[in-house]
């Protein structure tokens, strides 16, 4: 294998936020190169942190870009949440600090989501970004979490990347309820959790020697790669930018660790 070209048969799997888009603006050397790949015949699936939105939101959102995959190729860390609880209780009863995209998945998987008067009563809260958070919910939650309800988070990224500078994450709404209860989460369903790999392994089938993670973020995509020995590159086009790199993760370990550093998705396509 060429340094930085693919394997025939790998899978990619692709961060979107700070590798597809920034906020709402495509990162076009990127997603031209992510088309190319898939004609090409390159399986490529689609790993979010961001609960946001479900996978059928995200893949019209990437069908809108001209990039084609199915609802089977998405990932988000909503539905990661969601078939974590199934597999541990079965059908539950939630209470959602999210938006949209995570109570879809919530239902999807079979769990009825309770409103903020019946959240005492729930079996897990599950919390992900929520960009219209209220007192109102952050004190539901923090009542099912100190009654002894399961404590899910999606992600506890601090921060997302957008079009002018830096928002809250997830992990900025779970440090309030944390704060609030002297409860940690339970269980953190996406990345960098190693068990993502696990379930990509069972569900769709393909050996993680296959795979290779690529993604803007060293301490959830990169992470990832390294703690499940999976091939990882690191793109520029997000949050982590040259300065960071250079100054406060070194090149040098790094490349030690099995990850490749790339400008764009360009450098992956020309390479190969
Ligand atoms: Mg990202």
Redesign the pocket.
């Known amino acids: 294998m060429e340094k930085g070209c693919l394997d025939r048969g790998q899978t990619l799997i692709v961060?979107?936020?700070?590798?597809v888009w920034i906020g709402r603006k495509p990162i076009e050397e990127n997603v031209i190169a992510l088309r190319s790949l898939i004609s090409r015949g390159y399986r490529v699936l689609f790993l979010t942190n961001n609960s946001t939105r479900s996978r059928t939101q995200y893949v019209r959102m990437l069908r809108d870009l001209g990039i084609i995959v199915g609802i089977d190729s998405v990932i988000t860390s909503g539905y990661l949440a969601a078939s974590w609880l199934y597999e541990q209780k079965g059908a539950s009863e939630v209470y959602i600090v999210g938006e949209e995209g995570l109570i879809e998945e919530a239902v999807l998987a079979h769990h009825r989501v309770l409103t903020g008067e019946e959240a005492v009563r729930s079996t897990a809260v599950l919390v992900g970004l929520d960009r219209n958070l209220t007192y109102q919910k952050l004190r539901a939650a923090a009542r099912a979490l100190l009654n002894g309800s399961l404590f899910i988070a999606t992600n506890t990224d601090h921060v997302i990347p957008v079009e002018d500078g830096l928002d809250p994450g997830a992990g900025a709404i779970i440090a309030a309820l944390e704060a609030t209860t002297g409860r940690k989460p339970d269980f953190v369903a996406g990345k960098p959790n190693p068990w993502i790999i696990d379930l990509v392994e069972k569900r769709l089938g393909i050996p993680r020697q296959n795979l290779v993670i690529i993604?803007?973020?060293v301490d959830t995509?990169m992470k990832l790669a390294m703690d499940t020995g999976v091939r990882g590159i690191l793109v520029l086009t997000?949050?982590t930018g040259e300065d960071v790199i250079s100054k406060a993760i070194g090149l040098e370990r790094l490349s030690v660790t099995g990850i490749t550093i790339m400008r764009t998705l360009k450098d992956l396509v020309d390479r190969c």
């Open positions: 961060d979107l936020d700070g590798v993604g803007d973020r995509d997000g949050l």
